[in-house]
Protein backbone atom coordinates (compact mmCIF):
# COMPACT_ATOMS: atom_id res chain seq x y z
CA UNK A 1 0.00 0.00 0.00
CA UNK A 2 1.67 3.17 -1.29
CA UNK A 3 1.10 6.25 1.09
CA UNK A 4 2.58 9.94 0.82
CA UNK A 5 2.42 10.28 4.77
CA UNK A 6 3.62 8.11 7.01
CA UNK A 7 1.26 7.14 10.29
CA UNK A 8 0.16 4.44 12.10
CA UNK A 9 -0.88 1.64 10.69
CA UNK A 10 -4.38 1.74 12.02
CA UNK A 11 -4.98 5.62 10.52
CA UNK A 12 -4.79 6.12 6.82
CA UNK A 13 -5.36 4.82 3.62
CA UNK A 14 -4.61 7.45 0.88
CA UNK A 15 -5.56 8.11 -2.33
CA UNK A 16 -3.26 8.62 -5.00
CA UNK A 17 -3.77 12.32 -6.66
CA UNK A 18 -0.76 13.51 -8.09
CA UNK A 19 1.86 12.12 -10.48
CA UNK A 20 4.20 13.09 -12.72
CA UNK A 21 3.27 12.93 -16.39
CA UNK A 22 6.07 11.23 -18.47
CA UNK A 23 6.92 14.94 -20.42
CA UNK A 24 9.43 16.17 -18.00
CA UNK A 25 7.52 19.58 -16.79
CA UNK A 26 4.24 18.50 -17.33
CA UNK A 27 2.39 17.87 -14.91
CA UNK A 28 -1.32 15.57 -14.02
CA UNK A 29 -3.21 16.64 -10.99
CA UNK A 30 -6.73 16.23 -9.43
CA UNK A 31 -8.53 19.60 -9.77
CA UNK A 32 -12.05 19.59 -6.94
CA UNK A 33 -15.03 21.85 -7.97
CA UNK A 34 -17.95 22.80 -5.81
CA UNK A 35 -21.03 22.71 -7.82
CA UNK A 36 -24.50 23.41 -7.05
CA UNK A 37 -25.88 21.31 -4.79
CA UNK A 38 -27.81 18.47 -6.88
CA UNK A 39 -26.06 19.48 -10.27
CA UNK A 40 -23.29 17.41 -9.39
CA UNK A 41 -23.98 14.64 -12.23
CA UNK A 42 -24.42 17.72 -14.77
CA UNK A 43 -20.94 19.04 -13.73
CA UNK A 44 -19.68 15.80 -14.57
CA UNK A 45 -20.83 15.64 -17.88
CA UNK A 46 -19.47 18.94 -18.76
CA UNK A 47 -16.29 18.02 -17.45
CA UNK A 48 -16.33 14.64 -19.58
CA UNK A 49 -18.10 17.05 -22.74
CA UNK A 50 -15.35 20.15 -22.59
CA UNK A 51 -11.90 18.04 -20.82
CA UNK A 52 -12.24 14.40 -22.13
CA UNK A 53 -11.90 13.53 -18.76
CA UNK A 54 -14.17 11.15 -15.59
CA UNK A 55 -15.34 13.08 -12.54
CA UNK A 56 -15.71 11.48 -9.55
CA UNK A 57 -18.41 12.73 -7.24
CA UNK A 58 -17.60 13.47 -3.74
CA UNK A 59 -19.26 11.48 -0.92
CA UNK A 60 -19.89 15.32 0.38
CA UNK A 61 -22.61 16.75 -1.87
CA UNK A 62 -21.75 19.64 -3.49
CA UNK A 63 -18.45 18.89 -4.87
CA UNK A 64 -16.18 16.90 -8.10
CA UNK A 65 -12.53 15.61 -8.45
CA UNK A 66 -11.42 15.11 -11.76
CA UNK A 67 -7.84 14.63 -13.42
CA UNK A 68 -5.88 17.33 -15.54
CA UNK A 69 -2.88 18.22 -17.25
CA UNK A 70 -1.03 21.21 -16.27
CA UNK A 71 -1.49 22.67 -20.24
CA UNK A 72 -5.16 21.98 -19.76
CA UNK A 73 -5.81 24.22 -16.61
CA UNK A 74 -7.03 27.09 -19.12
CA UNK A 75 -10.14 24.88 -20.22
CA UNK A 76 -11.05 24.66 -16.15
CA UNK A 77 -12.19 27.90 -15.61
CA UNK A 78 -13.86 28.06 -18.94
CA UNK A 79 -16.45 25.47 -16.78
CA UNK A 80 -19.47 26.86 -16.41
CA UNK A 81 -21.50 24.34 -13.93
CA UNK A 82 -18.54 24.78 -11.00
CA UNK A 83 -18.49 27.86 -8.41
CA UNK A 84 -14.95 27.36 -6.96
CA UNK A 85 -11.93 25.53 -7.44
CA UNK A 86 -8.92 24.20 -5.74
CA UNK A 87 -6.25 21.59 -6.49
CA UNK A 88 -5.87 18.83 -4.71
CA UNK A 89 -2.49 18.31 -2.70
CA UNK A 90 -3.99 14.36 -1.14
CA UNK A 91 -6.94 13.00 -0.44
CA UNK A 92 -8.05 9.83 1.85
CA UNK A 93 -11.12 8.26 1.39
CA UNK A 94 -11.17 6.55 4.97
CA UNK A 95 -9.22 8.83 7.32
CA UNK A 96 -9.36 7.23 10.63
CA UNK A 97 -9.24 10.01 12.95
CA UNK A 98 -8.00 9.32 17.05
CA UNK A 99 -10.67 8.60 19.33
CA UNK A 100 -8.90 11.47 21.64
CA UNK A 101 -9.11 15.18 20.46
CA UNK A 102 -5.24 15.90 21.79
CA UNK A 103 -4.34 13.33 19.06
CA UNK A 104 -5.88 13.99 16.63
CA UNK A 105 -4.72 17.48 16.88
CA UNK A 106 -1.42 15.99 16.79
CA UNK A 107 -1.96 14.24 13.89
CA UNK A 108 -3.52 16.56 11.93
CA UNK A 109 -0.19 19.09 12.77
CA UNK A 110 2.49 15.97 11.39
CA UNK A 111 0.60 15.83 8.73
CA UNK A 112 0.85 19.33 7.63
CA UNK A 113 5.02 18.43 7.08
CA UNK A 114 4.42 15.17 4.99
CA UNK A 115 1.84 16.22 2.46
CA UNK A 116 3.25 16.38 -1.34
CA UNK A 117 2.65 19.92 -1.60
CA UNK A 118 5.35 20.53 -4.45
CA UNK A 119 2.72 19.59 -7.55
CA UNK A 120 -0.22 21.37 -6.33
CA UNK A 121 2.20 24.58 -5.47
CA UNK A 122 3.61 23.89 -9.11
CA UNK A 123 -0.15 24.09 -10.62
CA UNK A 124 -1.26 27.30 -8.18
CA UNK A 125 1.82 29.36 -9.62
CA UNK A 126 0.67 28.54 -13.29
CA UNK A 127 -2.43 29.67 -12.22
CA UNK A 128 -1.93 33.03 -10.79
CA UNK A 129 0.14 33.40 -14.35
CA UNK A 130 -2.38 32.51 -16.05
CA UNK A 131 -5.02 35.23 -14.18
CA UNK A 132 -1.82 38.11 -15.03
CA UNK A 133 -1.67 37.09 -18.86
CA UNK A 134 -5.70 37.20 -18.86
CA UNK A 135 -5.87 40.52 -17.32
CA UNK A 136 -3.01 42.30 -18.59
CA UNK A 137 -1.79 43.62 -15.19
CA UNK A 138 1.87 41.53 -14.54
CA UNK A 139 3.36 43.38 -11.41
CA UNK A 140 -0.04 45.07 -10.37
CA UNK A 141 -1.14 44.90 -6.82
CA UNK A 142 -4.56 43.66 -7.45
CA UNK A 143 -7.75 43.26 -5.31
CA UNK A 144 -10.76 40.73 -5.45
CA UNK A 145 -13.30 40.97 -8.34
CA UNK A 146 -16.56 43.27 -8.23
CA UNK A 147 -19.74 41.30 -8.87
CA UNK A 148 -19.68 42.12 -12.53
CA UNK A 149 -16.19 40.69 -13.39
CA UNK A 150 -15.08 38.74 -16.21
CA UNK A 151 -16.07 35.21 -16.26
CA UNK A 152 -13.91 32.97 -14.42
CA UNK A 153 -11.08 35.61 -13.96
CA UNK A 154 -10.49 36.22 -10.39
CA UNK A 155 -6.90 39.25 -10.03
CA UNK A 156 -4.38 37.55 -7.93
CA UNK A 157 -3.30 39.88 -4.65
CA UNK A 158 -0.08 40.74 -4.07
CA UNK A 159 2.14 40.03 -7.07
CA UNK A 160 4.41 42.96 -7.10
CA UNK A 161 7.80 40.73 -5.90
CA UNK A 162 8.54 37.19 -7.19
CA UNK A 163 7.25 34.67 -4.99
CA UNK A 164 9.64 31.85 -3.19
CA UNK A 165 9.24 28.43 -4.79
CA UNK A 166 7.99 26.73 -1.95
CA UNK A 167 5.14 28.82 -1.65
CA UNK A 168 2.65 29.05 -4.22
CA UNK A 169 -1.34 29.38 -3.95
CA UNK A 170 -4.28 31.27 -4.48
CA UNK A 171 -7.94 31.91 -2.38
CA UNK A 172 -11.42 30.25 -2.89
CA UNK A 173 -14.58 31.09 -1.50
CA UNK A 174 -15.44 27.57 -0.98
CA UNK A 175 -19.32 27.03 -0.27
CA UNK A 176 -19.89 25.50 2.87
CA UNK A 177 -22.40 23.00 3.77
CA UNK A 178 -22.44 22.94 7.14
CA UNK A 179 -22.68 26.47 7.28
CA UNK A 180 -19.11 26.83 8.87
CA UNK A 181 -17.31 30.24 8.60
CA UNK A 182 -14.09 30.59 7.65
CA UNK A 183 -11.54 29.13 10.03
CA UNK A 184 -8.67 31.39 10.51
CA UNK A 185 -5.58 30.20 12.24
CA UNK A 186 -3.99 32.48 14.76
CA UNK A 187 -0.89 35.20 12.96
CA UNK A 188 2.56 34.65 14.21
CA UNK A 189 5.48 35.65 13.89
CA UNK A 190 7.04 34.53 11.08
CA UNK A 191 11.13 33.65 10.73
CA UNK A 192 13.52 36.87 8.30
CA UNK A 193 12.56 36.10 5.01
CA UNK A 194 14.95 36.82 2.20
CA UNK A 195 15.42 40.95 2.12
CA UNK A 196 15.04 40.28 -2.11
CA UNK A 197 11.99 37.91 -1.20
CA UNK A 198 8.59 38.88 -0.32
CA UNK A 199 6.77 37.40 2.74
CA UNK A 200 3.88 35.00 1.35
CA UNK A 201 0.80 35.43 3.65
CA UNK A 202 -2.35 32.75 3.96
CA UNK A 203 -4.72 31.36 5.95
CA UNK A 204 -6.43 28.05 6.19
CA UNK A 205 -10.12 27.28 5.61
CA UNK A 206 -11.39 23.94 7.81
CA UNK A 207 -15.11 22.71 5.73
CA UNK A 208 -16.11 19.83 8.25
CA UNK A 209 -19.31 17.87 8.26
CA UNK A 210 -20.33 14.87 10.61
CA UNK A 211 -20.86 14.61 14.15
CA UNK A 212 -18.29 11.83 15.40
CA UNK A 213 -15.44 14.27 15.27
CA UNK A 214 -14.35 14.84 18.62
CA UNK A 215 -13.11 18.46 16.87
CA UNK A 216 -14.53 21.59 16.40
CA UNK A 217 -13.95 23.05 12.36
CA UNK A 218 -11.98 25.72 14.47
CA UNK A 219 -9.53 23.69 16.73
CA UNK A 220 -8.40 21.89 12.89
CA UNK A 221 -7.70 25.00 10.81
CA UNK A 222 -6.12 26.59 13.73
CA UNK A 223 -3.68 23.39 14.49
CA UNK A 224 -2.99 22.29 10.89
CA UNK A 225 -2.79 25.85 10.04
CA UNK A 226 0.37 26.66 12.78
CA UNK A 227 2.00 23.29 11.48
CA UNK A 228 1.48 24.89 7.53
CA UNK A 229 3.12 27.53 8.77
CA UNK A 230 5.77 26.57 11.05
CA UNK A 231 6.43 24.02 7.79
CA UNK A 232 6.91 27.16 5.14
CA UNK A 233 7.48 29.93 6.97
CA UNK A 234 4.33 31.42 5.96
CA UNK A 235 2.43 34.74 7.68
CA UNK A 236 -0.83 33.87 8.80
CA UNK A 237 -3.11 36.79 7.24
CA UNK A 238 -6.77 36.62 7.87
CA UNK A 239 -7.75 38.77 5.55
CA UNK A 240 -5.76 40.20 3.05
CA UNK A 241 -3.94 36.98 2.18
CA UNK A 242 -1.98 35.17 -0.90
CA UNK A 243 -2.36 31.27 -0.17
CA UNK A 244 -5.70 29.93 0.82
CA UNK A 245 -4.85 26.22 2.39
CA UNK A 246 -8.70 24.15 2.38
CA UNK A 247 -9.03 21.44 4.83
CA UNK A 248 -12.35 19.79 3.65
CA UNK A 249 -13.19 17.05 6.13
CA UNK A 250 -16.56 14.53 5.44
CA UNK A 251 -17.17 12.17 7.66
CA UNK A 252 -14.04 9.71 7.05
CA UNK A 253 -13.50 11.89 3.69
CA UNK A 254 -10.66 14.33 3.89
CA UNK A 255 -9.09 16.52 1.50
CA UNK A 256 -6.55 18.66 1.64
CA UNK A 257 -6.00 21.54 -1.29
CA UNK A 258 -5.05 24.61 -2.83
CA UNK A 259 -7.01 27.30 -3.70
CA UNK A 260 -7.25 28.13 -7.42
CA UNK A 261 -10.22 30.81 -7.24
CA UNK A 262 -10.68 33.90 -5.03
CA UNK A 263 -14.46 34.47 -6.19
CA UNK A 264 -17.28 32.25 -6.75
CA UNK A 265 -17.25 31.70 -10.22
CA UNK A 266 -21.24 31.96 -10.34
CA UNK A 267 -21.12 35.66 -10.20
CA UNK A 268 -20.03 35.98 -14.09
CA UNK A 269 -22.84 37.42 -15.43
CA UNK A 270 -24.34 39.82 -13.18
CA UNK A 271 -23.26 43.19 -12.09
CA UNK A 272 -27.23 44.36 -10.60
CA UNK A 273 -28.10 41.92 -8.73
CA UNK A 274 -31.90 41.84 -7.31
CA UNK A 275 -33.50 39.93 -3.68
CA UNK A 276 -33.70 36.64 -5.21
CA UNK A 277 -30.76 36.83 -7.90
CA UNK A 278 -30.14 33.28 -8.96
CA UNK A 279 -26.49 31.74 -9.18
CA UNK A 280 -25.58 31.62 -12.76
CA UNK A 281 -24.18 27.90 -12.44
CA UNK A 282 -27.01 27.12 -11.23
CA UNK A 283 -28.87 28.45 -14.54
CA UNK A 284 -26.47 26.94 -16.16
CA UNK A 285 -27.89 23.57 -14.96
CA UNK A 286 -30.94 24.02 -14.96
CA UNK A 287 -30.66 25.16 -18.62
CA UNK A 288 -29.12 21.48 -19.90
CA UNK A 289 -31.88 19.71 -17.90
CA UNK A 290 -34.32 20.86 -20.83
CA UNK A 291 -30.82 20.39 -23.64
CA UNK A 292 -31.58 23.50 -25.91
CA UNK A 293 -31.69 22.90 -29.31
CA UNK A 294 -30.77 24.80 -32.40
CA UNK A 295 -33.20 27.79 -32.91
CA UNK A 296 -35.29 26.96 -30.19
CA UNK A 297 -38.01 29.49 -28.49
CA UNK A 298 -36.87 29.63 -25.04
CA UNK A 299 -39.22 31.64 -22.36
CA UNK A 300 -38.64 33.06 -18.88
CA UNK A 301 -41.82 34.84 -17.73
CA UNK A 302 -40.36 35.85 -14.30
CA UNK A 303 -36.63 36.70 -14.94
CA UNK A 304 -35.87 38.69 -11.95
CA UNK A 305 -32.39 39.74 -12.57
CA UNK A 306 -32.47 37.94 -16.18
CA UNK A 307 -29.35 35.10 -14.87
CA UNK A 308 -31.25 32.46 -16.65
CA UNK A 309 -31.66 33.90 -20.37
CA UNK A 310 -28.09 35.49 -20.16
CA UNK A 311 -26.70 32.63 -19.12
CA UNK A 312 -28.34 30.45 -22.08
CA UNK A 313 -27.58 33.40 -24.65
CA UNK A 314 -24.16 32.97 -23.90
CA UNK A 315 -23.78 29.12 -23.12
CA UNK A 316 -26.61 28.21 -25.69
CA UNK A 317 -26.74 30.81 -27.99
CA UNK A 318 -28.13 29.07 -31.22
CA UNK A 319 -31.79 29.65 -29.13
CA UNK A 320 -33.43 33.07 -28.77
CA UNK A 321 -34.75 34.25 -25.57
CA UNK A 322 -37.79 36.07 -24.43
CA UNK A 323 -37.27 37.60 -20.37
CA UNK A 324 -40.05 38.85 -18.94
CA UNK A 325 -41.52 39.98 -15.69
CA UNK A 326 -44.34 42.12 -13.87
CA UNK A 327 -41.80 44.07 -12.02
CA UNK A 328 -40.47 47.45 -13.52
CA UNK A 329 -37.71 47.03 -11.74
CA UNK A 330 -36.99 43.57 -12.27
CA UNK A 331 -36.93 44.64 -16.35
CA UNK A 332 -34.82 47.30 -15.69
CA UNK A 333 -32.08 44.93 -13.77
CA UNK A 334 -32.84 42.51 -16.41
CA UNK A 335 -31.51 45.13 -19.57
CA UNK A 336 -29.07 47.27 -17.56
CA UNK A 337 -27.52 42.68 -16.91
CA UNK A 338 -27.52 42.37 -20.70
CA UNK A 339 -26.32 45.92 -21.53
CA UNK A 340 -23.19 45.40 -19.11
CA UNK A 341 -22.45 41.71 -21.08
CA UNK A 342 -23.36 43.36 -24.35
CA UNK A 343 -20.64 46.39 -23.64
CA UNK A 344 -18.03 43.62 -22.09
CA UNK A 345 -18.05 41.91 -25.45
CA UNK A 346 -17.85 45.10 -27.83
CA UNK A 347 -14.56 45.86 -25.00
CA UNK A 348 -13.40 42.21 -26.46
CA UNK A 349 -14.00 42.40 -29.83
CA UNK A 350 -16.62 39.79 -29.87
CA UNK A 351 -19.83 40.31 -31.16
CA UNK A 352 -21.57 42.88 -28.79
CA UNK A 353 -25.57 41.38 -29.69
CA UNK A 354 -27.27 38.77 -27.40
CA UNK A 355 -30.72 37.09 -28.66
CA UNK A 356 -32.44 38.10 -26.09
CA UNK A 357 -35.73 40.28 -25.90
CA UNK A 358 -37.11 41.83 -22.55
CA UNK A 359 -40.51 42.52 -22.15
CA UNK A 360 -43.12 43.75 -19.18
CA UNK A 361 -46.08 41.69 -18.54
CA UNK A 362 -48.21 40.25 -16.73
CA UNK A 363 -47.71 36.40 -16.75
CA UNK A 364 -50.81 35.29 -16.25
CA UNK A 365 -51.82 36.68 -19.25
CA UNK A 366 -48.69 36.54 -21.80
CA UNK A 367 -49.07 38.31 -24.84
CA UNK A 368 -47.49 35.82 -26.58
CA UNK A 369 -49.33 32.81 -28.94
CA UNK A 370 -50.41 29.83 -28.33
CA UNK A 371 -48.16 27.05 -29.13
CA UNK A 372 -45.28 29.31 -29.56
CA UNK A 373 -42.78 28.26 -27.33
CA UNK A 374 -40.21 25.25 -26.97
CA UNK A 375 -38.86 25.32 -23.87
CA UNK A 376 -39.68 27.34 -20.53
CA UNK A 377 -37.57 27.71 -17.90
CA UNK A 378 -37.97 30.08 -14.58
CA UNK A 379 -37.27 31.18 -10.95
CA UNK A 380 -41.21 30.86 -9.00
CA UNK A 381 -41.45 32.98 -6.33
CA UNK A 382 -40.74 30.89 -3.23
CA UNK A 383 -42.98 33.21 -0.74
CA UNK A 384 -40.04 33.66 1.36
CA UNK A 385 -38.06 36.91 0.18
CA UNK A 386 -40.30 37.49 -2.82
CA UNK A 387 -44.54 36.95 -2.72
CA UNK A 388 -46.29 34.85 -0.10
CA UNK A 389 -47.20 31.02 0.38
CA UNK A 390 -50.80 32.53 0.75
CA UNK A 391 -50.64 33.59 -3.15
CA UNK A 392 -48.53 31.27 -4.64
CA UNK A 393 -51.78 28.62 -4.06
CA UNK A 394 -53.32 31.20 -6.63
CA UNK A 395 -50.55 32.08 -8.45
CA UNK A 396 -48.87 28.61 -9.01
CA UNK A 397 -51.96 27.38 -10.97
CA UNK A 398 -52.23 30.67 -12.66
CA UNK A 399 -49.10 30.40 -14.20
CA UNK A 400 -48.94 26.81 -14.98
CA UNK A 401 -51.89 27.11 -16.75
CA UNK A 402 -50.94 30.13 -18.68
CA UNK A 403 -46.85 28.29 -19.74
CA UNK A 404 -48.99 25.48 -20.80
CA UNK A 405 -51.25 27.58 -23.43
CA UNK A 406 -47.86 29.19 -25.05
CA UNK A 407 -45.99 25.69 -24.90
CA UNK A 408 -45.66 23.30 -27.81
CA UNK A 409 -48.04 20.84 -27.11
CA UNK A 410 -46.38 17.32 -27.55
CA UNK A 411 -42.46 18.86 -27.53
CA UNK A 412 -42.22 21.51 -25.32
CA UNK A 413 -40.53 21.62 -21.99
CA UNK A 414 -40.31 23.43 -18.81
CA UNK A 415 -37.61 23.72 -16.11
CA UNK A 416 -39.39 25.32 -12.67
CA UNK A 417 -37.60 25.83 -9.71
CA UNK A 418 -39.33 26.59 -6.37
CA UNK A 419 -39.23 25.60 -2.76
CA UNK A 420 -43.03 25.64 -2.16
CA UNK A 421 -43.11 22.28 -2.96
CA UNK A 422 -46.43 21.56 -1.46
CA UNK A 423 -48.35 24.38 -3.40
CA UNK A 424 -46.50 23.42 -6.60
CA UNK A 425 -47.53 19.70 -6.16
CA UNK A 426 -51.13 20.77 -5.85
CA UNK A 427 -51.00 23.06 -8.73
CA UNK A 428 -49.52 20.48 -11.10
CA UNK A 429 -52.57 17.62 -9.98
CA UNK A 430 -54.92 20.76 -11.06
CA UNK A 431 -53.90 21.09 -14.28
CA UNK A 432 -55.88 17.90 -16.35
CA UNK A 433 -52.85 16.36 -17.39
CA UNK A 434 -51.55 19.55 -19.31
CA UNK A 435 -48.12 18.69 -17.88
CA UNK A 436 -46.47 15.08 -17.07
CA UNK A 437 -43.23 15.38 -14.47
CA UNK A 438 -39.72 13.73 -16.17
CA UNK A 439 -37.34 14.14 -13.31
CA UNK A 440 -36.66 16.21 -10.45
CA UNK A 441 -33.43 17.31 -8.94
CA UNK A 442 -33.18 18.59 -5.13
CA UNK A 443 -31.01 21.90 -4.72
CA UNK A 444 -29.73 23.98 -2.03
CA UNK A 445 -30.50 27.73 -2.84
CA UNK A 446 -29.96 30.35 -0.09
CA UNK A 447 -30.11 27.51 2.46
CA UNK A 448 -33.64 26.27 1.36
CA UNK A 449 -34.16 22.81 0.32
CA UNK A 450 -35.61 23.29 -3.55
CA UNK A 451 -37.02 21.30 -6.27
CA UNK A 452 -36.09 21.58 -9.87
CA UNK A 453 -38.84 20.62 -11.84
CA UNK A 454 -38.47 18.79 -15.51
CA UNK A 455 -42.14 18.76 -17.27
CA UNK A 456 -43.21 17.87 -20.19
CA UNK A 457 -46.02 19.27 -22.20
CA UNK A 458 -48.24 16.82 -23.04
CA UNK A 459 -50.50 16.88 -25.94
CA UNK A 460 -53.74 17.53 -24.10
CA UNK A 461 -55.45 20.81 -24.85
CA UNK A 462 -56.40 23.59 -22.05
CA UNK A 463 -59.82 23.32 -20.86
CA UNK A 464 -59.36 18.78 -21.42
CA UNK A 465 -60.40 17.44 -18.08
CA UNK A 466 -58.27 14.80 -16.57
CA UNK A 467 -61.04 12.20 -17.46
CA UNK A 468 -60.56 12.77 -21.10
CA UNK A 469 -56.74 12.64 -21.00
CA UNK A 470 -55.75 8.93 -22.50
CA UNK A 471 -55.56 6.27 -19.74
CA UNK A 472 -51.48 5.17 -20.50
CA UNK A 473 -50.58 8.38 -19.70
CA UNK A 474 -52.61 8.66 -16.53
CA UNK A 475 -50.40 5.70 -15.31
CA UNK A 476 -47.11 6.86 -16.59
CA UNK A 477 -47.98 10.07 -14.52
CA UNK A 478 -49.26 8.15 -11.59
CA UNK A 479 -45.74 6.70 -11.69
CA UNK A 480 -43.55 9.27 -11.90
CA UNK A 481 -44.94 11.20 -8.81
CA UNK A 482 -44.08 8.53 -7.13
CA UNK A 483 -40.87 7.72 -8.07
CA UNK A 484 -39.10 10.96 -9.27
CA UNK A 485 -40.98 13.45 -6.44
CA UNK A 486 -39.53 11.95 -3.57
CA UNK A 487 -37.51 13.86 -1.27
CA UNK A 488 -34.39 12.78 0.32
CA UNK A 489 -34.08 15.48 3.19
CA UNK A 490 -38.06 14.52 4.49
Not at 26 to 43: D, K, R, S, Y
Not at 151 to 158: E, K, L, N, S, Y
Not at 386 to 410: F, H, T
Not at 441 to 465: E, F
Amino acid sequence: MSSSVEQGSDSVEPTPTQTEASTGSMLTVTIGATVPTGFEHTAAEEVKEKIGVDAKISKDRGRIYFPVTSDELHQVHQLRSVDNLFVVVEEYDHYQFKESKDETLTELQELASKLPWTNALEIWKLNRGLKRKKHHRKGVNQTKAKPGSETGDVPAADTEHPVPPQAMSASEGEAKEDNTPDLEISEQDSQQAAPEAKIIKFRVTCNRAGDKHSFSSNEAARDFGGAVQEFFQWKADMTKFDIEVLLNIHNEEVVIGIALTEESLHRRNISHFGPTTLRSTLCYGMLRLCRPQISDIILDPMCGTGAIPLEGALEFNSSFYIAGDNNDMAVNRTVNNVCHIQKRRANKDSTPGLPIDTVRWDLCNLPLRTSSVDIIITDMPFGKRMGSRKKNWDLYPSCLREMARVCRPGSGKAVLLTQDKKCFAKAISKMGGLWRRMHTVWVNVGGLHAGVYLLKRTGATIGQTTEEVNEPQEVVNTQEDQTEDKDPSC
